[in-house]
């Protein structure tokens, strides 16, 4: 049985390995199977390409989609996508040309918080121009000693009513649906566990995104507990939908599950790559 991991972020994001250094990790590791899927941006794929055929995986081609709906952002994963296609391709320079005006609100919040020259802290960490993220922002605020470790910084400055957090419009649930099938791809809600939706919330959303089109819900998450796993697959079985796995890796230090460290699928769901 394969090893798949289909979800993993390089320096054309927020993580911290290059796309060739994340894919030759993925390959040491045991994963056969294998997705980077960076924030709004395809660009790093032609080289994790490279790198896959080098070291004999397969590279699935993916980028995670930020999206709003209803209060909430999400992020749907376009995977096996033609990162090529023009669609899709406008699709995410839209997503991204919003990030900048974010970023330097986010920082305006921050200084009124007693915390001068976040943008320009934030910018030192950016290994990808257009791509600004609160991972930036955090890891400032952390080195800076304004926290002491990844997970605080979010809960005290980054999310919804704390100084640093900044309502945005992100791309509508139904057009990165759209745009991952121009392009070819496959739509999976990443990590559904991680976001502040009541249960009826919930079957809402997995409602609407199967009738938008939506192909798969990610079980396999290290936003998730054991029992969520379960949880999803439920919800993956009851709407129909095909479920994914992926470790979301960041880099080195980053997160508590390193590649191809996830459990086997559980039983009864229909894995995305059988769609495939
Ligand atoms: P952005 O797209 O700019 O809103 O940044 C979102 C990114 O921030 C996610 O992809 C994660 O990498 C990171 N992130 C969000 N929430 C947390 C959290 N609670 N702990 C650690 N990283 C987080
Ligand atoms: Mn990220
Ligand atoms: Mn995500
Ligand atoms: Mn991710």
Redesign the pocket.
Known sequence: MPRYDLHS?STYS?GLLTPDAVVRRAALRGVDVFALTD?DETAGLAEAFAAAQDVGITLIPGA?L?VSWEPH?L?ILGLRIDAANAKLDAGLASIRSG?DA?ARKIAAGLAEAGIPGAYEGARNYVTSEPL????HF?RFLVESGYARE??D???RF??PGKPGYVKHAWATLSEAVDWIHAAGGVAVVAHPG?YKISPTGMRRLLGEFRDAGGDGIEVLSPSHTPAQFAEYSTYARVFGLAASCGS?Y?GPGE?WLDLGDLPDMPAGVTPIWSRW
């Open positions: 972020h927020d924030h995670e930020s952002t992020h990030r974010r600004i993220s609160r991972t955090a990844t997970k910084v979010f809960k980054l999310t991680r979301d960041h997160g």
